[in-house]
């Protein structure tokens, strides 16, 4: 079974509007962690935020803010005023169990594409 | 940015022979792992080590074998490379005690 999913394969916004991209995620560890990655066109990856399960607000980074449900198992990622660098491929991630762990099951990503 | 090389950064190579990837960090973090990313897949787990000569398998570790004899290094083999093993790898590191896992910067392999 698909531990990450990421059902948007692409998705366009204009720019300086929020987007959100969506991650539901499937694990019976009560111990895990979501994150999120960017991967623009260059290929690298770029960690952008962390929210832990026991954690109790929800994880905010600059621009980036994660909406954490977790009765429905969902990890949203929101971008607040788009800008042209935000195009790119963005995965949701998650580890399960030991904190120590950090063996990553990915989503297949989406792709968004800010439009001027 | 964490000190994470990786080597070779393209590779084409025949059906059959074999292939070594390097990563080489300088941040003397535990855990090193290797990803490859294909498109509709996201990255998945090829194998990771937590620690010198501590390795074990990841969700697709078929076709590969791994090996670390210094905490820098993780090398990754293929050793007889086949068409499906053609994709780009990253390899990641983490000291465990944080939550964020660094990547390198990838490996482009073409296997014909």
């Known amino acids: 079974a698909q531990k990450i999913t990421q059902t948007q394969p692409g998705m366009f916004v204009q720019e300086k509007e929020a987007v959100t991209l969506d991650c539901t995620y499937d694990t019976s560890d009560p111990s895990y962690g979501l994150f999120w990655y960017k991967q623009p066109s260059s290929g690298e990856m770029i960690f952008l935020i962390y929210?832990?399960?026991?954690?109790?607000q929800n994880a905010t980074e600059g621009r980036y803010s994660l909406n954490f449900q977790k009765a429905r198992k969902s990890a949203n990622l929101v971008i607040s005023a788009s800008q042209l660098g935000d195009s790119a491929m963005y995965f949701c991630a998650m580890r399960e169990g030991d904190p120590n762990d950090y063996k990553l099951s990915f989503g297949a990503g989406t792709t968004v594409t800010v439009r001027a | 940015d964490a000190g994470i090389t990786q080597s070779p950064r393209h590779k084409v190579t025949e059906t059959g022979t074999p292939v070594t990837l390097r990563c080489h960090q300088t941040?003397?973090?535990?855990?090193m792992y290797w990803y490859r990313q294909d498109p509709g897949h996201g990255l998945r787990l090829i194998h990771y080590s937590y620690g010198v000569k501590d390795t074990d398998k990841g969700e697709v570790s078929d076709g590969y074998s791994v090996s670390r004899s210094k905490t820098e290094d993780f090398l990754l083999t293929l050793e007889s490379a086949t068409s499906s093993q053609t994709s780009v790898y990253f390899c990641a590191i983490s000291d465990g005690r944080g939550y964020e896992q660094y990547f390198g910067p990838g490996t482009r392999l073409t296997v014909t």
């Open positions: 941040e003397n973090h535990r855990y």
């Open positions: 929210q832990g399960s026991y954690d109790q």
